[in-house]
């Protein structure tokens, strides 16, 4: 028999967004955290640049909202946009009474440190140092195991949302929870809640380089799917432009602050390449400069190109940038006497599962936050540092609008996850294989730039590949990496099928076959219906 464990509030995903959503709710409600792994690892963690907020005198909140708009190539939502800068000053304001230390300036130490990135017009990133996303996850993951009110479950993966139509045969479609699988115990696990959370990140994964970590498999994404949620615009894949090209460093991001600090951008040979692709050169919009990098690169034939920064001095390097400074190191790359070897890597998916300003999707009682949710503020095109912005403003707007709704309370006739006709796997080569020919297929056709062919191709390929998936998902006992598989399937499955229903190149998507934004139609979301 499935244990079956009641909450009022379940989250699904332990990163920035999800714990800001449970410290709001903690003093209200008994909640419960899901986390596939360690409960700090996602990509939260691993965010190096900081958070876009206007707080220099120099700067203002029309500003960051043109920037933004800019940057999303006509698809953002005006009032999603303005929602959440005028909120950013309050959410960074809350994160200091958590006690995230912010980088202060060197000069007076009254201040804190803006540094400027690619799209901004001004400095208005807020950081801590150049591992901003730790100094958020880790603060916020100690005020969470202090609470009371909160029960955190690491190594706990989620297979499938619960709902009242699915489940329980109703006309409506309200969510009641997931069954999850402990990961270490390998059992199933009943989660029960009148409100669920899906904050489980990005699908980076789905790409064979990624900048994300290895939980970043598009689960709440093709959850919420599966489910019945629309999901819109996943066309729009942003590719972080300079991951370091080491065989040993497994995509280790190097941060686009250097880049606001002036490093160049150059080929082997030394030359600079970025001003004849973009009058804003190295700080031009991550799309420009991911899809510039891959130009030169196939146009040479080159493996990476270089990251400069070697004009500033050992103490600059050193204080703004020690965590890269270091782990270039470790690799014999002494980041302030040569240049850094880069590459482009899949690093944010700018689509997801519809919401409201208040993180509600299309089914009763689920909601979505952080990068699992399309909200309208990134549009076609992600400006750099609005995302952990993004899961800070929109958790406390899901927390204040599930304090004032009344959801009824979980029936008890919620029937256990049933594996009863299954049998355990014998060998898990299955798995694997699939798992890397989806990646590689996915990055050859359906990465930087695109066409009809390769993503007919692509398509074809998914196809054959899900119905081996389907295949043994139900012939066999569920485990981490069969359900990452499935959902990464899924995920595939969105990305190709969006791409293929957008007839121009617009921001991150770039088709050779309608190379122009199409100027003629109104800008419109790409929306797939809810299975």
């Known amino acids: 028999m499935t244990t079956t464990l009641r909450f009022d509030l379940l989250i699904i995903g332990s990163g920035t967004a999800g714990l800001t959503l449970a410290l709001k709710m903690a003093d209200h409600a008994k909640v419960a955290i899901l986390s596939k792994s360690q409960l700090e690892e996602g990509a939260s963690l691993y965010a190096q640049g900081g958070i876009s907020v206007v707080l220099d005198k120099t700067d203002t909140l029309q500003s960051h909202i043109d920037d933004t708009l800019k940057a999303g190539h006509g698809l953002c939502d005006p ?3 303005q929602f959440t800068v005028e909120h950013a000053r309050e959410s960074v304001n809350w994160l200091i009474e958590q006690g995230v230390s912010f980088t202060r300036d060197e000069e007076t130490d009254k201040n804190y440190h803006l540094t400027r990135e690619g799209g901004h017009s001004h400095r208005r990133v ?28 690491p190594y706990h993966i989620g297979i499938d949302l619960i709902t009242s139509r699915k489940q329980l045969g109703t006309t409506e479609n309200r969510a009641l929870g997931c069954y999850a699988l402990d990961i270490k115990a390998d059992k199933p696990i009943t989660f029960l809640a009148p409100v669920t959370v899906l904050a489980t990140g990005g699908a980076g994964k789905v790409y064979l380089y990624t900048s994300n970590p290895d939980v970043s498999t598009g689960d709440g994404i093709a959850m919420g799917w599966r489910a019945g949620c629309r999901i819109a615009n996943m066309e729009f894949i942003q590719f972080h432009p300079t991951c370091l090209f080491h065989p040993k460093a497994k995509s280790f991001l190097i941060s686009e602050a250097l880049r606001g600090e002036g490093a160049l951008l150059k080929l082997a040979d030394g030359s600079r390449f970025m001003p004849a692709f973009h009058q804003q050169a190295e700080l031009a919009p991550r799309d420009i400069v991911a899809r510039a990098i891959d130009h030169e690169m196939k146009r040479l034939g080159h493996d990476c190109v270089y990251l400069d920064i070697t004009h500033h001095s050992l103490e600059f390097i050193q204080s703004h940038f020690p965590t890269i400074y270091q782990r270039c190191l470790t690799f014999g790359i002494d980041i302030s006497k040569e240049p850094i070897p880069v590459v482009p890597a899949a690093h944010y998916t700018c689509g997801g599962i519809m919401t409201d300003q208040n993180g509600r999707t299309d089914i009763s009682g689920l909601y979505a936050v952080g990068e699992t949710a399309h909200t309208g503020l990134h549009g076609a095109n992600r400006m750099a540092s609005n995302s952990l912005l993004e899961c800070l403003v929109f958790a406390t707007a899901a927390a204040k609008d599930i304090q004032q709704q009344h959801f009824p309370a979980v029936p008890n006739n919620v029937p256990d996850w049933d594996d009863s006709r299954v049998h355990p ?14 990646r590689r297929f996915m990055w050859d056709y359906v990465g930087i730039v695109r066409s009809n062919d390769r ?6 390929r998914l196809k054959l590949l899900k119905q081996e998936v389907d295949a043994y998902y139900s012939q066999h006992h569920i485990s981490n990496d069969l359900l990452e598989l499935r959902n990464l399937a899924d995920v595939a499955e969105l990305i190709i099928l969006s791409a293929l229903a957008r007839k121009e190149s617009r921001g991150l998507h770039y088709n050779r076959d309608y190379p122009e934004v199409d100027d003629e139609q109104p800008a419109q979301n790409t929306v797939i219906p809810g299975c």
């Open 455 to 460: 993503l007919k191709k692509a398509q074809q």
């Open 126 to 153: 807020i950081h801590s140092a150049d591992a901003t996303g730790r100094a958020v996850e880790t603060t916020l993951l100690d005020k969470a195991k202090a609470h009371p009110n909160i029960s955190l479950f």
């Open 425 to 438: 796997a014998i060998e898990a080569v299955a798995i694997s294989h699939n798992w890397d020919e989806l």
């Open 79 to 81: 009032d999603v946009v």
